[in-house]
């Protein structure tokens, strides 16, 4: 934490202006923020900045590699593979949680990783609305690579539309106006012109797809798709009385959903580096590591934190049944380094990258962080917290060379 701005943030806190900040947030939305957001944001220093770009620059190396699909082939379950695969995600999420190394250095360490879209319109709506109410000076920026928020939208639009025309592409999620991101779709909507359309809605004639508005039928050439299928599973056909999206379909995908596969805890025991905790498919371990209270247990095939194992036992290891299906990965202990009013607060930070159509590889463009006190680092492990939830990590512009330092 850059100390002198968060000085300067505390001493000027009040629950008043946190009253208005999440006033002004949720001004004209058609439905307030679903989740909890923090009553600050994270102030980076340059030393600690330029840690993490590297750290995801390192792991975006290994997405570019010619085999990495070959790699990953087995990541997609037969059950949800959808053909026309693109070749490349449009999007990439990269979470690191923010730690301490031996020599007492703040790092960053990655928790975990997504070819899947996130809160790209939100995260930049929420930087806009600290920096006003709480006077944030402007220098303060969660872009990176020197854009701003003008350039950061001509680049969703480049992403998420392509081609077309914003009535040509759709955001889609199953239930999503209900979803609890779903003041994301509202932000994206109105920064970008796309309908919000449900899972349920999608109407089929051949192999095209429409959505209806007011009695008539609109051609959807290309799918923002929000739509977990962890999210639809049932021991039945989860496609009962609604489009199955698995079909060749006339439509593209941003991104494709076999990319949420591909880039996921599947792609951890491929990377390399300081930023990289040891992780073994639990099928391929030779052993069990002798200081196995230091790693956790974590099913391939699950989302927001759902079936992992922290305190791990060797019988906990013993009666998985599919060990393909699991990693053991070496535990990453959150540095808590967000100085609230009372306490350390854990923090982790979410690099978003965005990749259209026709550039060589994806471009680091905003972030997403989540501050913490309880054992997980989600909202639903947070509830009655105060100083935790939602925010983002400002920075301000790096120098050169690189400068030592951390959060």
């Known amino acids: 934490m850059e100390p002198s701005a968060r000085q300067t943030f505390n001493a000027n806190f009040t629950t008043e202006k946190y009253a208005q900040f999440l006033k002004e947030l949720n001004a004209g939305q058609p439905k307030e923020t679903a989740f909890r957001l923090a009553e ?5 220093t340059a030393g600690f900045c330029d840690r993490l770009i590297q750290a995801g620059n390192n792991i975006v190396q290994t997405i570019l590699q010619p085999d990495f699909k070959e790699l ?23 979470d690191f949680g923010v730690c301490k ?57 480049k992403t998420i539309l392509g081609p077309y025309q914003p009535h040509e592409v759709v955001i889609m999620d199953v239930n999503a106006t209900e979803q609890k991101t779903a003041i994301d779709f509202f932000v994206t909507q109105q920064y970008l012109g796309t309908p919000i359309v449900g899972l349920d809605e999608l ?18 050439k290309r799918i923002y798709n929000r739509l977990i299928f962890n999210e639809i599973d049932t021991d039945g056909n989860p496609f009962d009385n609604r489009v199955d999206v698995r079909q060749p379909l006339d439509v593209e995908w941003v991104s494709h959903p076999n990319w949420f596969y591909r880039i996921s805890k599947f792609t951890m025991p491929f990377l390399k580096g300081d930023a990289i905790p040891k992780t073994y498919f639990l099928h391929e371990l030779e ?5 196995l209270e230091n790693y956790v247990l974590k099913p391939l095939f699950s989302f927001a934190g759902q079936g992992v194992i922290i305190d791990v036992t060797p019988a906990d290891l013993g009666v998985i049944t ?12 959150y540095e808590p380094v967000i100085q609230a009013p009372d306490d350390g607060v854990k923090a982790e930070i979410r690099l978003l990258y965005l990749w259209p ?18 054992k997980m680092i989600g909202v639903r492990y947070n509830k009655d917290f105060d100083w935790v939830g939602g925010t983002t990590a400002l920075m301000q512009p790096l120098p050169n060379p690189p400068r030592e330092g951390g959060l």
Not at 40 to 44: A, D, E, N, S
Not at 121 to 129: E, G, I, K, Y
Not at 203 to 220: A, C, P, R, T
Request: glycine letters at 6%; proline letters at 7%.
């Open 72 to 94: 990953t082939e087995r990541a997609i379950p037969a059950k949800w593979r959808v053909p026309k695969e693109n070749d490349h995600p449009h999007c990439i999420a990269l």
């Open 203 to 220: 109407k089929q004639k051949g192999n095209q797809l429409f959505y209806e508005v007011n009695g008539e039928e609109h051609l959807i």
């Open 357 to 374: 159509d026709g550039d060589a590889k994806p471009t680091m463009a905003i972030n997403l962080a989540r501050l913490s006190r309880g």
């Open 287 to 291: 052993s069990i590591p002798a200081d």
């Open 101 to 157: 190394d031996e020599a007492g250095n703040i790092v960053p360490k990655l928790i975990e990783l997504q070819g899947f879209p996130s809160l790209y319109a939100f995260q930049s709506l929420l930087a806009d609305v600290y920096r006003s109410v709480y006077n944030i000076d402007e220098s303060w920026t969660g872009y990176y690579g020197g854009m701003d928020k003008a350039s950061y939208i001509d680049l969703l639009k």
């Open 322 to 333: 599919d060990p393909e299906n699991w990693i053991l990965q070496e535990k990453v202990n």
């Open 40 to 44: 600050t944001p994270i102030f980076l």
